[in-house]
């Protein structure tokens, strides 16, 4: 009979995956890759940075280029031209290039054309630095050049000076290291070495060259340079020796640096460190077309749309259509992207960003591109000029040395764009025939004749307006590469070429949303994207962009923030510093009732991030403005309350404010949020509940002022800690358990140093009673050295690791000796020395592979044995604890640590064994104390051991108050000798220390002026006073765990693509090679098979 197919459409909801979280399928560690080029982008944060004064250790991050990062605050300008005299060295072809600065001097008087020429200038340098300090020096002599430099470094101090020589009027470059200028009467050519020139202008400076055989002067300066420093070492030796008493103490291994400072003399001149850029190379001749400017690099580097526009119709043979002037006029301003000019600035900044960022080191490109405003705009058009000087055979050079990009691909972009704006110019200014058609017979009367007429109408017509033009089209080319690239190219690890041109398109309002968007996807693929976007310059972007009110862009912009402080939280301190464009931005996203819960995650997490590693500004900003308030709010927003990421954030968020800061500490207790923050222990996410009991221990972490108040609440929220969370079935919950309760027992070590000596007397009395009831068996049987636990331990270590003969050997060796008389001769011993014939036992007995192989087994079994003794003794204590009637609350906290030393989970185990070992130590070491201190006081007083019939009753009348060094040692560590000697010992023994009772310590009545709680605080202190941090004995990285989250892509999470609802899981995807990722697949095969057998059954 024919089988029907199998519809294989699932009715039934699919079934629930289980163990697929990250917690089940990944370790709970925090970031651990190592983010790329991380030194690099901290050189482009702030600048204010810097001088910041804080004790937060992500807030010193100028490290390694904090010299480096300074200002251009002084440009000295430096032009002999001469003009209408030659040099004698050059001979120039007729016409030639004469225009300098765009301006003709020809036909005007030299005097006005240097100083309309000189103004030109310094305006062209005050469009990129509106700010700076410039002085000019037109056809100077020495000493003007002199003044000029000594008076510039005065104002400049330790900041950056740029020097701008323009030689076309003088001889070239010299072999000697020298240039030209000229005499006061302009008769003669005066030269000016440029070693001269080095010590008037200092360090650190620019150096722009624009004169024949450029590159002789770079390498002149570099050859001086070198013997600036040996000049300088020599000077510091003359100094050390010449200088009186008192000399300071240097060593061998100190630098001439370090020993300079330490004599008090000068810094050593780094003028290696100089930046140069030169027109060409040291043997060639700047170009001379009459169809160029003669300062072409100059112009170049100062008007960079300009010549690119010129440099293109020259190129392309356009001079019939366009002509050569049509660089002079075109429409806009440059800071205006509106206009055409602005906008083909604008165009140029991303083409020549791209080109730097793509083409040189990453370290380089911060140095030249990011750290000063000037420097960058002076090399982005020193790209431009190494295509357009290049082309007119001409090499332009730099130090440092930048790669050649003149066939850089997106030049072809950038002639597109300028042909796309020459065609539209064409219709500016060319002049149109405004001429109409009109019948005749709107102006005569009826004719038989048609005839029609011309009628200039052009005076009726409006003018055309020159801003009223086409766009570009360039960004939104780009953005939809970039676009494309996140789609196909983004596993590769590679950053786009486009990303520096998103950058750009930020400052547009109309692409803005877009670019955002885009921007967020990039570093939506991990920590690698966030530092390539942090290298290239994203931070005062987006820094900038949190000023606007746009609601579109913050749930892009928020995203963006927050995928930046998880790789890299020392940027908090920008949105800190301001309140207009900083924190603010994010409250306002969490406090508006209009945003989707699940945008609001990011906010909350970037909230979580300000306030991480106890950064006290946020901390006191955020109280301030009731951030607790706000999050109780939330928290108790039933709608809200569904989207497990916003709870999980609210809580680290919550725990992080009130760490270590006492009024948000008292803000919370007045406002009962931590009881809120107790009701999340029951919740159905286990992540939550960690996040919850994180919280709580935060909150008794606070080491405020110990009064009443703090001291209920410590005890109230962690005797519910231990309630609820001591059997959670979460790992993460019992682990950051453990962690909470580590601040609790800090707090009150000594408390639970006197119950852990409690309960080890109660534990040594049961053993003592239960040996006096087996003494006279014991009696009867060989009494060793060692009691039976630790013979036993040290007959498995031994015997597992020998040779069954060896083992028996050893036996005989070791109890013949032990069980009998205790005299020398018995033992082969003569005054502690072994002799032959027992050492040629043992070396038989032992060869090197026994010894190895019983070395590493003794060692387990020590420490197996250790934690055997250790888990026994905490089941005692449990036994103990769990037989009373009524606990109190720090019973009930010792009894949840030692359950939880006890757990399964080794980890956990080992964090509350930590903390148990803590207490028993400092039981120890107060018991040995007290008992040192005992033995004195009975020395002092004449009291012996002996005289112990000599005792006599005492009364004493209320409580008793024993001393804490009369507690018992262990009744192991001592030796059994004989059974009478045992007892007698014992007895004695348990004389000179009475048993311990944990009641001792308390006072029967009520202290009517001061507080009972203190009773159950430190004994030692009987003042409140201020508590110190101090350091944690256990950790966990659940919290780095969950910001991990946030440098892996979930920006799907976040928009809801992907995820079961507003309860959106904190897993998104499982190991492949897990079991349960093909449950479903596996379920539905087997239900396949049994049906076609059951219906071949039937059949």
Known sequence: MRIEP????????????????LRHVEKIVGIKEEIVDRDLWHV????????????HVHIIFMRKYSKERMRTVSVALVLCLNIGVDPPDVHKPNPCARRECWIDPLGMNPQKAVVKIANALQKSYERWQPRARYKTASDPTVDDVRRLCQSLRRNAKEERILFHYNGHGVPRPTENGEIWVFNKNFTQYIPLSIFDLQSWMGHPAVYVWDCHCAGLAVKSFFRFAEDHEKEWVKQLDEHMETRPPPLPIIQAEMSLEEKASAFGFRKKPNFKECIHIGACGDQELLPMDSRLPADLFTSCILTPIQTSVLWYILKNHLEDRFPVTIVDKIPGQLSDRRTMLGELN????????????????????????????????????????????????????????????????????????IDLCLSQMQGFTTPKQKLWSVAKEIYFSRSSVRHEMLIDVSSQLAPIDEGDYTHNWFFIEQLQAFEVWLKYGGERRTPPQQLPVVLQVLLSQVHRVKALELLARFLDLGSWAVGHALSVGVFPYVLKLLQSATKELRPWLAFIWAKILAVE??????????????????????????TNPRQKVVPAFVMAALIENNYRPAQELLTDNRYVTLCIELLSDAALRQCRLLRLWLLIGLGRLWADYDDARWQAIRLAAYERVLEFLDDSVPEVRAAAVYAIGCLVR?????????????????????????????????AELVVAMQWFIIDFENRFANLSMDLNEKIEQKKFRERKLSAGEQEMKPLRSIDEEDDAFVSRGYDRSLPRSASRRRAHFLEAPLNSPRRSNSMNFVSGVVTDKVYTQWKSMFDASTLNDFSAKLLASTKETRNHNFKNKAIKQIEILGSKTFNDQSERIWLSLLRLSLDPVSKIAEMAQVLIEHVDKLATTRHEKKRKLNCVERASLGKHAESYSAETVTFTVGSPTLDLAATPPFLGD??????????????RRQEQFPAFHQSAIFTPKRNMY???????????ENTCREREPVIALVTTEFVPWCTRRFTEPILDVIQGEVGDGLTDRLATHSMPSDWASHKDEGLQQTSRKEIRAFKEEVH
């Not at 519910?720 to 019992?734: A, I, N, Q």
């Not at 001061?1010 to 030692?1020: C, F, H, Y």
């Open 6 to 21: 199998i519809d294989d459409a699932r009715t039934d909801p699919p079934l629930p995956t289980w163990f697929q979280e």
């Open 702 to 734: 606070n080491r405020s002022e110990n009064i009443e108040h703090a001291t209920i609440i410590d005890h109230e929220v962690c005797d519910k800690l231990s309630m609820k969370c001591t059997f959670d079935g979460s790992v993460l919950v019992r």
């Open 1010 to 1020: 001061s507080p009972t709680i203190k009773s159950i605080t430190k004994l030692d």
């Open 44 to 55: 482009f944060l702030p600048f204010f940075m810097r001088n910041f004064n804080s004790s």
């Open 569 to 594: 939280t020392s940027c908090q301190v920008d949105l800190i510093k301001d309140k207009e464009r900083g924190y603010m931005y994010f409250l306002t996203i969490l406090n508006d009732p209009n």
């Open 974 to 987: 001592h030796v059994r000798r004989n059974s009478d000697n045992a007892l007698a010992s014992d007895s």
């Open 346 to 417: 604008w165009i140029f900044t991303a083409i020549t960003d791209t080109i730097a960022w793509s083409s040189l080191p990453k370290e380089l490109f911060q140095k030249l591109f990011r750290l000063d405003l000037l420097l960058a705009s002076v090399f982005r058009s020193f790209v431009l000029a190494n295509r357009v000087m290049g082309e007119n055979q001409c090499h332009v050079v730099s130090c440092p040395s930048l790669p050649s990009v003149h066939s850089h691909p997106l030049w072809d972009a950038w002639d597109y764009t």
